[in-house]
């Protein structure tokens, strides 16, 4: 997908260690959207964020997932203290406007992988 | 709260045969709906997305789905897959307002040669 690119593909950490996973949107998008898929599992939302605005965090865990959107620069998943329960394919959306009927378009995701 | 089941975990179709995939939601007001597919190691690609007006939306790929209001469904078909067809797919609804999107668990679809 050359439209949202999401980095890096693949991210290896061990237990502990902090994970940050980039999305840069599409080009005139300033809604960005985080989703992640356990194995096996859909995708389930995280977090809504246009710029320098969380919107809506309300499935993110209370606990070590913080995500932001500067003015400038990519959007950032960061996650601290990272358990095996964590790996997981992330994958990052962006869209034009953040209403209902503007379709989202997907990066390729980061899978993360904890040791 | 919304929600969306897709009923089938696997569905195996031969090449040439036609394909149906089942959605069923649950949302208070007209939803906005969508398929996207997913193949192997890969993001999520747009196939189709219903708002509102007629109820037989088409799509990319050959695919097109019908949205059912009495039913609450969204069925994804396809008259003939090809064996590039085989991937996840999923279907989705998003509130009117904010975009968060609602997942199904996914079908994944097999084709045989």
């Known amino acids: 997908n050359a439209g949202v690119m999401q980095n890096p593909r693949h991210l290896v950490r061990r237990r502990g260690q902090e994970a940050r996973l980039r999305c840069s949107p599409m080009k005139g998008h300033s809604h960005v959207y985080w989703y992640r898929q356990l194995p096996e599992e859909g995708l389930k939302f995280m977090v809504y964020?246009?710029?320098?605005?969380?919107?809506?965090e309300s499935g993110m865990p209370k606990e070590r997932f913080s995500a932001e959107f500067p003015k400038e620069g990519p959007s950032i998943l960061r996650i601290q203290q990272v358990v095996r329960g964590d790996s997981a394919a992330y994958f990052c959306?962006?869209?034009?406007?953040?209403?209902?009927?503007?379709?989202?378009?997907f990066g390729d995701g980061t899978r993360l992988s904890i040791l | 709260a919304q929600s969306v089941t897709q009923p089938d975990i696997h569905i195996t179709v031969s090449e040439g045969a036609s394909l149906e995939l089942r959605c069923n939601y649950s949302y208070g007001a007209t939803p906005y709906l969508f398929w996207y597919v997913q193949s192997p190691g890969q993001g999520l690609q747009l196939l189709l997305k219903y708002f509102s007006g007629d109820t037989l939306v088409q799509g990319i790929k050959g695919f097109e789905a019908e949205f059912k209001r009495s039913q609450s469904s969204f069925n994804l078909r396809k008259p003939s897959v090809h064996w590039s067809d085989a991937a996840e797919y999923f279907c989705a609804v998003a509130q009117a307002a904010g975009n968060k999107l609602t997942f199904g668990g996914g079908t994944r679809v097999l084709v045989k040669p």
């Open positions: 964020l246009q710029k320098e605005n969380i919107i809506d």
């Open positions: 959306a962006s869209s034009p406007q953040g209403n209902g009927n503007q379709p989202q378009h």
